[in-house]
């Protein structure tokens, strides 16, 4: 299996442009995260889906972020307009709830905003 | 919400010496990780161990759930090794799932 895959790894840009960082989840899994990581915070999840349908996303910071899920197989975390307190990495995970619950980590994108 | 801490925050070692790294946890979890995130940032899992005692070459993790703990052991350290440690739970609610919370992790350097 390919694992999960994110893209972009590194993005640069500008104060007030928009962001979009994409995730393709392992093939299979039902459910997929979104973590922020920054060395104020750490690791901190940010929103999740479950069958494409998002559950949980009390951990978004404001209404400048949103995330999509529209297939199995595809999500999107967008960041509108982008702010320099948002430079961290964003890591995508995915797992498979029909017999554990272990989760599988993406490598994640490297946000700076200037 | 539960807190995760783990123990030491950084250490240091010689190659080929053992260590024992340490994650508390302050209420009952369903589930556990232990992850290494590599000098490139990469996240590995190592184990899914929310109970008993796991091996895998070098590493091995034992948790203890009724106590609120688990150990990650780490023998014949290698520089590959260095990196941070994080361990992280779940703690499933009536609602469902809820999300994975990690502690502040250790750091590692092996040094030849």
């Known amino acids: 299996d390919a694992g999960v895959i994110q893209s972009p790894r590194h993005e640069v840009t500008e104060m007030g442009q928009e962001v979009t960082l994409r995730c393709k989840p392992i093939s299979g899994h039902d459910y997929l995260f979104w973590y922020r990581q920054t060395m104020m915070r750490g690791l901190e999840l940010l929103i999740y889906f479950n069958n494409n349908v998002p559950i949980d996303d009390s951990g978004m910071p404001e209404d400048r972020f949103s995330a ?31 017999k554990d619950y272990e989760q599988y980590f993406g490598p994640g994108t490297r946000l700076t905003v200037t | ?46 184990f899914y161990i929310p109970s008993g005692t796991k091996q895998n070459g070098r590493l ?8 609120r703990y688990s150990l990650l052991y780490i023998s014949s350290s290698q520089t590959t090794d260095s990196g941070v440690y994080f361990c992280a739970v779940e703690q499933r609610l009536i609602t469902g799932f809820q999300k994975l919370v990690f502690g502040t992790g250790t750091r590692l350097l092996v040094s030849p």
């Open chain 1, 68 to 98: 999509k899920m529209p297939n199995a197989s595809f999500s999107t975390l967008k960041i509108q307009p982008s702010e320099p307190r948002d430079s961290a990495v964003y890591f995508c995970a995915s797992s498979k709830r029909t």
């Open chain 2, 60 to 67: 091995s993790a034992t948790t203890v759930a009724t106590e």
């Open chain 2, 1 to 46: 919400g539960i807190q995760v801490e783990q123990s030491p925050p950084d250490l240091i070692l010689q190659e080929g010496a053992n260590s024992t790294l340490r994650c508390n946890f302050s209420d009952s979890v369903n589930n556990l990780q232990w992850f290494h995130q590599n000098p490139w940032g990469q996240l590995i899992n190592l």
